[in-house]
């Protein structure tokens, strides 16, 4: 089993930066995909970045696409996602998920392991 520990969510002004942390621990995640998603008040829960095994293969959502860059240190058995010019709208909470062993998804519902989730919240 592998247990995922979010952190560096926080209040920021629009147009700020946050960069959050994910830490695996229990096993390995190198050969995981692993993904960040996101859930704002009164919405869905939505695949937000997604990194492959590799760490070459990514995947963003159009609403982030050129703000994010989700990376991965195997070393630190860590994924972070960097976020940049921060919008209201990225108000949420934000969760870090590990997929099956070199199993490429965006979908939720292959992600097998969830971290608790850390809130990002935006001003204006």
């Known amino acids: 089993q592998v247990q995922l520990v979010e952190s560096g969510g926080g209040l920021v002004q629009a147009g700020g930066s946050l960069r959050l942390s994910c830490a695996a621990s229990g096993r390995t995640v190198s050969s995981d995909t692993m993904g960040w998603f996101r859930q704002a008040p009164g919405k869905e829960r939505e695949s937000v970045a997604v990194?492959?095994?590799?760490?070459?293969?990514?995947y963003y959502a159009n609403s982030v696409k050129g703000r994010f860059t989700i990376s991965r240190d195997n070393a630190k058995n860590t994924v972070y996602l960097q976020m940049n010019s921060l919008k209201p709208e990225d108000t949420a909470v934000y969760y870090c998920?590990?997929?099956?062993?070199?199993?490429?998804?965006?979908?939720?519902?292959?992600?097998?392991?969830w971290g608790q989730g850390t809130q990002v919240t935006v001003s204006s």
């Open positions: 990194i492959g095994w590799r760490g070459a293969s990514t």
């Open positions: 998920a590990a997929a099956e062993s070199y199993a490429w998804t965006v979908s939720m519902d292959r992600y097998k392991y």
